[in-house]
């Protein structure tokens, strides 16, 4: 059933991809897996799914080795700087950079295991004090201040856009432009949104 599910939101990404002109493989669909069992996670890779989301490094690391390799990783959760060492070998992307330390031990951790470490910057677009993540006003500066680290590659941001999705959109392609954060095709995301794509990205895509 979960394999389904995911069959069904999958076919919908990519028909909102299509009538946005966009390519099918230019949006990548995480299975959001936390506190979900391995079992439950085969059946979704069965389906075709590659890209998981995990908001706990144990949770990270107690599954890695009891699911196929070709799984591409994402830490989207609130990482701890203490903690990069256990996932830097094995993490696809890292979602939650929200300060400069941590962006510098995830540089340092990526160094030790020979990678680049692609990221995103978290931002706290409502100010919500119960939400981690920078300011937008401080996003510029940011990713000024951290671009420059070996071991990283910024691709963008990782934020919940709601009522400011323009203001967000307008400042990913200033960074862009300028040369900030480093797009490869994959990562790439249009400002182009159709009325249903926008709502499976408002909904969010959980197992």
Known sequence: ???DNYRQVLSEVK???VHSNRKEDDVTLIAVSKTKPVELLQEVYDAGARDFGENKVQEIIAKYDKLPSDIRWHMIGHLQTNKVKYIADKVYMIHSVDSVKL???ISKEALKVGRVIPVLIEVNVAA???KFGISVEECENFIRSIHHLPGISIKGLMTQLSLKR???LRLVKELKDAGYISFSQEHEKSGKFTAK?????EKGCEL
Request: proline residues 0%.
């Open 1 to 3: 059933m979960v394999g």
């Open 15 to 17: 028909e909102s991809a």
């Open 103 to 105: 962006a510098e031990v």
């Open 128 to 130: 919500e004090e119960s």
């Open 166 to 168: 323009s203001v967000i």
């Open 197 to 201: 794509t926008w709502k499976l990205y």
